[in-house]
Each structure stands twice: as C-alpha cells, then as structure tokens.
C-alpha cells in the first residue's frame, strides 16, 4: 500500500478545503496522519488544533472533534477527490489481509444490515435472463429438487435458506441449489451446486461482491460500499449462517454447507482449507466438525494441538458399536465407518444431533488424538518438513 499517494491525496484537500497554512499542515506519524478535520473545521480558537485521523491499518477517518467516521475512500468521495483505481486495489488487497470481523462486529450483528443485498433484488436480475442463473425461486414440494434435497436427507424444514434455479451453461439448462448466506431477506453470499455426482459435480461460491455485480447490472442507482465495508463483507461471505450464531455461544464450525444444517449454533465453510484467521483472532468460542476422510483428519489432528475442541468419529462409532452390543462389532464398525460427512450421517439418523448426542464426541485432549487415523505424509509434505527443519538449524 502507497502511503505516500494517501498522503499527497490529503493533502490536495486540505490545500484545498483551508486558505490558512497551519490549518493546512497535516502531521505524519507511523500509524497514522493527524489533521486539522476539513469537515467540522476542527477548533474555530485554535488554528494548530488537529483532531483529524487517519489510521493507515484500517484506513478509516476519525475526528476527535465532530465525532465524524468514514473510509478513506468515502472521505474522499466527500470531498470530491477520485482515488486512482490501482492504488484503490491496493488498498482493497491490503484491507483483505488486515482487517478482521471485529472492525464490522457491531453492524453485522445488528438488527438491520442495510448494507447487504435485498433477496428481492436478487429475484430481480435472476428472473430477467441478465446472469447464468434463471427460474430463482424457493424450493417447490413435490418437484425434483425438492426429492433431491429429501432423499439426501435434508427435511422440509431445513430448506429455509435453500432456493432452487436452473443454471446455464452454453444454452443448455441443469437445475441448481442455492445455500443463501442470508439473514431474513438481506444476503452476504451464497453456495450454488448441481444435483449430480462424481466428476460431474458442480460447485460455486458467489461472494458478497459477486452478488453485488449481479445486482448493480442496468441500474442507475449502483450499490457501492465503502473499501472496508466490501472487504469484511467479502471475507464473511464465505461462512454460511455467520449472520444467525449467537456469538457469546460455541460455534461449531463445518467443512460443508449442508452439514451444518443438522448442528445448532453452526458455521459451514467453503472446503477444508478455508481461511480461518477471521474467526480464530476474534476471541470466539469454537469447535471444529470436519469430514470422516483423510484430508479431515489432518486438519482435525492440527486444530486438536493449536488447543481447539474437535469432534471424534471413531469415538462416536466405538460408542455405536457398543451400545448395538451386535453378535459381529467388526462388520458393524467396518459398516458405519463409511459415513464421511455430517449430512451422510443425516440419512441414516435423522435429526443425529439429539439422537445421538454428538456434543458428547467433541475433545480437546492431546491425550485423544489417538482416535484420529494416521496417513503416510506425502512426498511433498516430506519435502516441506525437511526445509522447515533444515531453515531452523543454528551453528
């Protein structure tokens, strides 16, 4: 990020908005520039006075004086100053590797976030044959995708945040889901996928800005958020359901979707890998939920020795197993050991939660991690190791 460019794009403004020069003088420190505020005058007795801040880790404005708060960018729209669209993606990319949910906590967790995508605007551009997505509407009792979300063991009353729609790819239509990432009818993002399996499988993410392209399509009156405002927006579209966990509450966090729809106070990701920096640096309370497969117990061993709680299968199918008291444990265990994901386990044990009691399978003992399975490390992880090592030897 060019703090040189911020700094000479004040001070265009303060020549501009001041005829006096100690109005106009503007202070450098490292974290910040202080100056005389443009939009309150600052004091009308103390020319020196400067109660204008602008922080270079957020880069937001605050006046200490007027109690006024803003983006950079937005103080520059004030004032009629246009940011240069490189250095403006800079600062964007910037803001995506620094700011956390902490700086948007009050205004995503409150009543109204008006901020975010109408759903009936989406309804809007989605039925005007504008994107690849047409027919969007809630799920319809009876039809296909209806039978789908039913015999992969997702009941009626899960479907609230489900709609359904045809996608086009090359003038050929195939009928979709699509998770909202929603609260009530305002939406930060959303998961589309097909009905099919295996290679023709399809997934999509449409992050909050990828919605906000679809919906300022033909309108006059564009929606245009503020740097910060698109970047944690961006970043909290990717956790489906954030905008409803209770936050004081553990949160379960899910590799999929679907999965945590079965699990109170549940997050789902995009995949094993997600980023998840912005929920572990915000002091929340979290466990972890990942798929029965080898690239989840990975990430279930890692997060069990950073100290977070994380749920055990093998635990879970012992105590199975013991309870059937059956007359073959093996078969039994061999048999319900294929069940890879939360959703899998759905089907076979609807409503698993209670059932089955899966908060009691949850544990942050090291002492436990001898229910997770081992992998032979692969020849890349090998080499990784090595040069970690070999980088700490000392002399």
């Not at 975010?116 to 027919?135: A, C, G, W, Y």
């Not at 007359?327 to 069940?339: A, E």
């Amino acid at each position: 990020m060019d703090k040189l460019y911020i700094q000479e794009l004040l001070q265009k403004i303060q020549n501009r908005e001041f005829k006096d020069s100690s109005r106009r003088k503007m202070v450098i420190y490292h974290d910040r520039i202080n100056c005389c505020c443009p939009i309150c005058g600052d004091s009308s007795k103390n020319k020196n006075a400067k109660r204008g801040n602008l922080y270079f880790n957020t880069l937001k404005y605050i006046c200490f004086n007027c109690g006024k708060v803003m983006s950079f960018d937005k103080y520059c729209k004030h004032f009629d100053e246009s940011i240069d669209p490189d250095k403006k993606l800079e600062m964007i990319e910037f803001l995506n590797s620094t700011i956390n949910y902490s700086n948007y906590e009050s205004d995503l967790t409150g009543t109204t976030l008006e901020n975010l995508i109408d759903l009936s605007e989406l309804e809007r551009v989605f039925n005007q044959n504008l994107t690849p997505i047409s027919d969007f509407q809630p799920i319809v009792k009876g039809g296909g995708v209806y039978k789908y979300l039913i015999n992969r063991g997702i009941p009626e009353d899960k479907h609230k945040n489900i709609y359904q729609a045809k996608f086009w790819i090359n003038e050929s239509p195939q009928w979709i889901i699509i998770s909202l990432n929603r609260r009530d009818d305002k939406i930060l993002g959303m998961q589309v996928r097909n009905l099919k399996e295996g290679k023709k499988r399809m997934f999509k993410i449409y992050n909050y800005e990828n919605l906000l392209e679809f919906v300022n399509i033909g309108k006059e009156n564009i929606i245009e958020p503020d740097m910060n405002e698109l970047v944690i927006y961006n970043k909290l579209s990717y956790y489906y359901n954030i905008l409803n966990v209770e936050l004081t509450n553990t949160i379960t966090v899910f590799e999929g979707y679907l999965d945590s729809l079965f699990y109170p106070n549940s997050i789902g990701l995009v995949g094993v890998n997600s980023d998840l920096n912005i929920l572990e640096n915000n002091g929340l309370d979290l466990q972890y939920f990942f798929d029965n497969d080898e690239a989840g117990f990975r990430k279930t061993e890692q997060k069990l020795k950073e100290g977070y709680p994380v749920f055990l299968w093998n635990k879970l199918f012992e105590n199975i197993v013991n309870k059937k008291k059956t007359d073959d444990p093996d078969k039994l265990l061999y048999r319900i050991s294929k069940v890879k994901d939360m959703n899998k386990l759905a089907q076979i044990v609807p409503t698993p939660y209670s059932k089955l009691e899966l908060y009691n399978f949850f544990s942050k003992d090291i002492f436990d991690i001898k229910y997770i399975p081992k992998f032979k490390k692969k020849k890349k992880e090998i080499e990784i190791d090595f040069n970690s090592r070999f980088d700490n030897l000392t002399l």
